[in-house]
């Protein structure tokens, strides 16, 4: 034996920022500083469970959202993929800080912007609060006269107005 020791090839990494994540399809899409998807990264099943417990790898997946930056150990890169994007396989996921010359991801968000991308409903979860709130002051009192249906008229007309007067007051 001589005395050389084998080289052992660098580990090759990607960076991006996630775009798009598919637990069931076992992938997820990352794009460039520039905001231009770039790398689709595959898992696979045996990667996702070992002894009956999900692994480090599929844990650190689950925890990713839209926008995180990510630095994956990478193997087997196939860049004869047709258009841009290339497409490998994460060896592991390890945690790294987003560089300070790192853009936030560059993507629109969907209804405008703001919320996490959920239509705003504000409005609805007032007079929802404002029904549940007479509701309540029907089972307190003597409605006990009325009909099924007279009790829920005069729940509604009063919900209504508290509901107004809540949307009114809280600017929604």
Same mark, same amino acid.
């Given at each position: 034996?001589?005395?050389?020791?084998? $080289?052992?090839?660098?580990? =090759?990494?990607?960076? #991006?920022? !996630?775009? @798009?994540?598919?637990?069931?399809?076992?992938?997820?899409?990352?794009?460039?500083?520039?905001?231009?998807?770039?790398?689709?990264?595959?898992?696979?099943?045996?990667?996702?469970?070992?002894?009956?417990?999900?692994?480090?790898?599929?844990?650190?997946?689950?925890?990713?959202?839209?926008?995180?930056?990510?630095?994956?150990? $990478?193997?087997?890169?196939? =860049?004869?993929?047709? #258009?841009? !994007?290339? @497409?490998?396989?994460?060896?592991?996921?390890?945690?790294?800080?987003?560089?300070?010359?790192?853009?936030?991801?560059?993507?629109?968000?969907?209804?405008?912007?703001?919320?996490?991308?959920?239509?705003?409903?504000?409005?609805?979860?007032?007079?929802?609060?404002?029904?549940?709130?007479?509701?309540?002051?029907?089972?307190?009192?003597?409605?006990?006269?009325?009909?099924?249906?007279?009790?829920?008229?005069?729940?509604?007309?009063?919900?209504?107005?508290?509901?107004?007067?809540?949307?009114?007051?809280?600017?929604?």
């Amino acid at each position: 034996m001589t005395g050389t020791t084998p $080289i052992i090839p660098p580990e =090759e990494t990607a960076e #991006g920022n !996630v775009t @798009e994540i598919d637990l069931e399809n076992r992938s997820m899409l990352i794009e460039d500083r520039a905001g231009v998807p770039f790398m689709k990264l595959f898992w696979c099943k045996v990667q996702e469970e070992f002894d009956g417990h999900p692994t480090k790898l599929l844990n650190d997946i689950r925890r990713l959202k839209i926008g995180y930056y990510v630095a994956p150990v $990478i193997g087997e890169i196939d =860049e004869s993929i047709s #258009g841009k !994007v290339k @497409e490998a396989f994460i060896k592991s996921l390890p945690y790294k800080d987003r560089p300070a010359d790192f853009p936030r991801s560059q993507q629109k968000k969907p209804f405008g912007g703001g919320g996490g991308g959920r239509p705003r409903n504000e409005k609805p979860m007032a007079y929802e609060s404002a029904f549940k709130s007479c509701t309540e002051l029907v089972r307190d009192t003597d409605f006990q006269d009325l009909t099924y249906e007279q009790r829920i008229k005069a729940v509604m007309d009063q919900a209504e107005i508290v509901g107004d007067w809540i949307v009114k007051k809280g600017g929604a």
